[in-house]
């Protein structure tokens, strides 16, 4: 990943929730998964609704989990924000967000476009991804 001009290695580590799976472990199979990108999301589901006062029309995947210093956190992602739309492509879970991310590393852009929805407002959020891994 370039910052400022300068590259740097950033490295997170992902544990999974439940249901909950990061977009590198969909992309690369499931399970526990390290990948560059910090971010863990789940489906939306009853529970997830109820934690983080989100209505019942919501739609997306639900972002649970952030890791301090990574490109999501940098960006400013955090638990309860939605995801809606990924690769401006509508996301119905993380296997979307997922599929939105190898698309871009296969045509090895160095970003994902994510629409982020907090508190019913939505902004895109160009995320950082490092285009060698995964």
């Known amino acids: 990943m370039l ?3 300068e590259s740097r290695t950033l490295n997170a580590t992902l544990t999974e929730l439940e249901e909950t799976q990061s977009a590198e472990a969909q992309s690369q199979g499931g399970g526990e998964q390290s ?3 910090g971010l863990m999301l789940a489906p939306l589901s009853r529970e997830l609704r109820k934690r983080f006062d989100l ?3 919501a739609g997306g ?3 649970v ?3 301090p210093n990574s490109p999501a956190a940098t960006r400013g992602l955090r638990p309860g924000d939605l995801i809606i739309q990924a690769g401006r ?3 119905d879970g993380p296997g979307d967000v997922a599929a939105a991310v190898k698309r871009a590393r296969d045509a090895n852009q160095d970003h994902v476009l994510l629409l982020r929805n907090r508190d ?3 902004i895109f959020v160009p995320l950082p991804i490092d285009s060698k891994t995964g």
């Open 3 to 5: 910052r400022d001009g």
């Open 35 to 37: 990948g560059p990108l």
């Open 55 to 57: 209505g019942s029309d």
């Open 61 to 63: 995947a639900v972002v």
């Open 65 to 67: 989990q952030v890791e």
């Open 89 to 91: 492509q509508s996301v």
């Open 120 to 122: 019913g407002n939505s």
